[in-house]
């Protein structure tokens, strides 16, 4: 008897299922009529980022049943759709800081672990290895093997929610996705890149310049990467809507430190070159900001870059007294 009743209870799942299919049976969903017409007749999913499957090259909807969408696409609250948007200029400068973070992160490394004489060939070669990693990470996304990058983000700035799409996902139905493609997994797929290609190109650099003892160097990025890909899954959300301002900060309190320090010895090359890296950061929080909100530039200089060359006026005021 209950082998009878799993057999009917099976029975009515596949009915339920194959009745599901023939309902959806030529439903396009490629117009903006069809579009209106599967509305009509199908209600919403019910989770914010929640969706049914959805087969470009035939235009039609696969399934009625609501789901996870897949990488590369985003819900309109019916259907997933494929992500054809272009990266915003936001996007990119939070790419480009993601780059100058990790180029930091290595210098301070061969900085802390690696003697003045055996640092000439990692120099040489962590600006190589970011450049390359990011180059074949954009080319592992949508388009292939394309610089071209397509985006999820329907709005710029995105909801901090599309980040963390699980939380948001209804109780019977998990429905996590990256709404943010490819924010999320391109930082991912570039620090694994990074902590690859330095076997190959640092490798070489040594190689050429003659500096043996700097291969200890190759162990630096197989130490960092795993941390920041831990970082990028927890709080990458965060850090996405944060680095202009962090970016300001830090260069705030450096150049301040620059200038106590200058109270006690002469004004030099390298303390130049920190100071012209210190605005150059600046200018380019500032314009982040800008992309941001969309806001005018003298709004912008008025309210940012007062604090960057604020250390610089109190320094000069300051020698002239003493």
Same mark, same amino acid.
């Given at each position: 008897m209950r082998s009878e009743l799993i057999i009917f209870a099976c029975f009515l799942l596949f009915s339920s @299922?194959?009745?599901?299919?023939?309902?959806?049976?030529?439903?396009?969903?490629?117009s903006e009529k069809c579009k209106v017409d599967?509305? $009509?007749? @199908?209600e *919403?999913? /019910?989770?914010?980022?929640?969706?049914? &499957?959805?087969n470009p090259l035939t235009g039609q909807v696969t399934s009625s049943a609501c789901g996870a969408c897949d990488r590369g696409s985003r819900t309109d609250h019916w259907v997933c759709l494929p992500c054809?948007?272009?990266?915003?200029a936001y996007a990119i400068c939070y790419l480009v800081f993601i780059v100058m973070f990790a180029f930091c992160c290595q210098v301070l490394l061969a900085i802390l672990y690696l003697k003045n004489n055996n640092r000439t060939a990692t120099f040489i070669a962590i600006p190589i290895e970011l450049v390359v990693s990011m180059i074949l990470a954009v080319l592992c996304f949508e388009p292939l093997g394309s610089l071209k990058i397509y985006s999820c983000m329907a709005t710029d700035p995105s909801p901090l929610a599309d980040w963390y799409t699980l939380s948001h996902s209804p109780s019977n139905n998990s429905c996590g996705s990256e709404a943010v493609y490819p924010m999320w997994t391109l930082v991912m797929v570039f620090y694994a890149f990074?902590?690859?290609? &330095?076997?190959?190109v640092r490798t070489v650099c040594i190689l050429i310049v003659g500096d043996e003892k700097?291969?200890? $160097?190759?162990?630096? &990025?197989?130490y960092l990467y795993p941390f920041l890909v831990i970082a990028q899954a927890i709080i990458g959300g965060l850090i996405y809507f944060s680095f202009p301002y962090i970016v300001l900060v830090v260069m705030f309190v450096l150049q301040i430190a620059c200038? *106590?320090?200058?109270?006690?010895?002469?004004f030099n090359y390298p303390d130049f070159l920190f100071l012209v890296l210190g605005y150059t950061m600046s200018v380019f929080a500032i314009i982040s900001i800008k992309f941001f909100f969309g806001t005018s530039?003298? #709004? #912008?200089? /008025? /309210? @940012?870059?007062?604090?960057?060359?604020l250390p610089a006026i109190l320094y000069i005021d300051h020698r002239r007294k003493y």
């Open positions: @299922f194959v009745r599901g299919q023939e309902e959806l049976k030529g439903k396009c969903y490629d599967f509305r $009509s007749e @199908f *919403n999913c /019910a989770g914010r980022y929640c969706g049914r &499957p959805y054809t948007e272009t990266i915003s990074c902590a690859l290609v &330095p076997l190959i700097g291969y200890s $160097s190759l162990y630096h &990025p197989l200038y *106590n320090t200058l109270e006690e010895r002469a530039w003298l #709004l #912008l200089i /008025a /309210a @940012f870059l007062g604090p960057a060359v």
